[in-house]
């Protein structure tokens, strides 16, 4: 942990004085002044090339950026999470998500127990079931093989294996269907199955704890269905496998343990798609390609854990996120993948990003008086580009992007990869060197369009691309985000792995659901707000 607060530290206070001097430089100028700028402001790693050339820094920015980092303990807390040190200091749990993929000729004793060794049992036993599933041996009540997986699960129960699913469809089987029941919306939940028949249905039912009340309700949903469908309550038993950390509660609610694949405490939802977590996602591909997934995020912890923090992809661009956050005062931050299979990669990333670094306080419960996590978003380009985009381009807000391109298209048609390509270029450069009243004019605008035309560029953003989407890029791809998260929340001195803001809200919703339910309609005594809303509903409800 930094013995310094953040804004004492050496390289803050240097980073405050350095941006006073090149906030007003424009990326224009950069650029001309330094031609070589945009091949020396990159960076390598397991397959992923990032130009972070078209951002507001200079060199002298990005050593100190780096020396924040240092001075931050970033190296430090790095080891510390890979030694398995207690670094969720409010849950006071170790944060091993890099275990789950370490090959098992490693070893990783924490709390007296051997990691590595349970993260591969577990990988052996989803390896021999989804063999089973995809092969067809694996059976249902009426003895017909699956055809469709449905998880049910939420937040980084959900986001994770929909993800990948969606990522990585070109390399999934094309004999299952796989779909994904998250809210607690039952249409979610009659959509997912209206026309599929449950004797060739397999639920998975995912959850961290197994007591989060959407996943719950749906699972039990899901229960009712199938018992109606086929007829016996003996058939939960060959539909139903579960995912979870706590077995008491999945036997509580009917499925057999045998019929459950674990995980630790130490995986955190968000981090968790490489876990049992992504058992679909490997029915989906099949073990071979979970592994590729796994070698990928394992080649990027690597690069983490090894290289110097100058030339250390995460680190830089979490050092980006934290110069924009703080010293620009950016309080979003867009990710634009140009790969229409990465479409759910921002939704992703939102419980990555945000559930890890909104937060308050710091790891000792002072109260920060600078800004943590910014708020992601995005959506796949060039769809953005005819929506949003423009604020971007000519708003008044700073907004940092990542593009994320590729070489090679795995659907290759005509030309359309080059043309999708192309706007990944032209974006970069023309939020990056705009268009001057000068340029406008000499197109022979009308003078009155002139101010309109004009576009001021240095707006930042950078370009990540990539030869190809392979499970093993995604995995690397995921780790590099969530390593430079960690990099975020160790310069702001935050618990980047607990998420106790989204208590509060479940807390209420258990007060309120019996006032809805009942249908006695119970005295109310909320704030007024609340109760006149809570009477709106009841007389809808009611009509
Ligand atoms: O409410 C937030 C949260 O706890 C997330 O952190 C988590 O990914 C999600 O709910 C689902 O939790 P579980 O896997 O325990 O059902």
């Not at 953040?6 to 990326?27: N, P, S, T, V, Y």
């Not at 969720?88 to 127990?113: I, K, Q, W, Y």
């Not at 990542?402 to 974006?427: E, M, T, W």
């Amino acid at each position: 942990m930094p013995a310094t607060p953040l804004r004492e530290r050496k390289a803050w206070q240097a980073l405050e004085r350095h941006h006073a001097e090149i906030a007003g430089r424009h990326l224009r100028d950069l650029f001309a002044e330094d031609p070589g700028r945009g091949e020396r402001l990159t960076a390598e790693a397991a397959g992923i090339y990032l130009d972070y050339s078209k951002n507001r820094v200079t060199d002298e920015t990005m050593r100190l950026l780096v020396e924040l980092a240092a001075e931050s303990g970033v190296p430090e807390r790095r080891d510390a999470m890979f030694r398995g040190e207690h670094i969720n200091v409010s849950e006071d749990r170790a944060v091993l998500h890099v275990a789950l993929r370490m090959p098992e000729t490693e070893s990783l004793v924490v709390d007296g127990v051997d990691v590595v060794q349970e993260v591969h049992d577990v990988l052996r036993r989803m390896r021999e079931f989804s063999e089973r599933v995809r092969s067809g041996e694996f059976r249902g009540y009426t003895g017909k093989p699956v055809r469709n997986v449905i998880n049910v699960g939420i937040g980084g129960s959900d986001l994770g294996p929909v993800m990948a699913y969606e990522a990585l469809r070109h390399y999934c089987t094309r004999e299952i269907t796989f779909r994904f029941i998250s809210n607690v919306d039952s249409t979610d939940f009659a959509e997912a199955t209206r026309d599929l028949s449950a004797d060739e249905t397999l639920f998975i039912i995912s959850s961290k704890t197994f007591g989060t009340l959407e996943t719950l309700a749906n699972a039990t949903s899901a229960r009712d269905w199938v018992v109606r469908e086929l007829g016996s309550e003996d058939a939960v038993a060959h539909h139903f496998v579960a995912v979870s950390t706590n077995a008491e509660r999945v036997r509580a609610f009917g499925i057999d343990t045998a019929n459950m694949f674990g995980f630790w405490d130490w995986v955190g939802g968000r981090y968790s798609m490489d876990s049992a977590i992504g058992l679909s996602t490997m029915i989906a591909l099949g073990a071979g390609q979970f592994g590729e997934m796994l070698a990928g995020f394992r080649a990027m912890d690597e690069h983490f854990r090894t290289a110097p923090l100058e030339s250390n992809l995460p680190v830089l661009m979490g050092v980006l996120a934290v110069w924009y956050r703080d010293f620009f005062g950016a309080q979003t931050y867009g990710v634009m993948p140009y790969e229409q299979y990465l479409k759910r990669f921002p939704a992703y990333l939102q419980q990555l990003t945000m559930e890890s670094n909104g937060k308050h306080v710091t790891l000792n419960g002072r109260h920060v008086d600078y800004d943590t996590g910014a708020v992601f978003w995005g959506e796949p380009g060039t769809n953005g580009q005819h929506s949003f985009y423009q604020l971007i381009h000519q708003g008044t807000t700073l907004i940092p992007i990542d593009l994320i391109g590729f070489g090679k298209s795995l659907n290759p048609i005509r030309d359309h990869h080059d043309l999708l390509s192309s706007n990944v270029f032209a974006q970069a450069a023309a939020l990056a060197f705009g268009k001057t009243e000068e340029e406008v004019r000499a197109e022979g605008t009308p003078e009155q369009v002139v101010p309109h035309r004009v576009m001021e560029g240095n707006r930042p953003s950078s370009v990540l691309l990539a030869e190809v989407l392979t499970p093993r890029l995604l995995g690397s791809l995921v780790a590099l985000y969530e390593h430079s998260v960690f990099t975020q929340g160790a310069i702001w001195d935050i618990d980047s792995f607990d998420q106790w803001g989204v208590e509060l809200g479940k807390v209420l919703a258990q007060q309120i659901i019996p006032e809805l339910k009942n249908e006695a309609e119970p005295e109310l005594a909320h704030d007024s707000s609340t109760n006149a809303l809570i009477r709106r509903y009841r007389s809808l409800k009611r009509k």
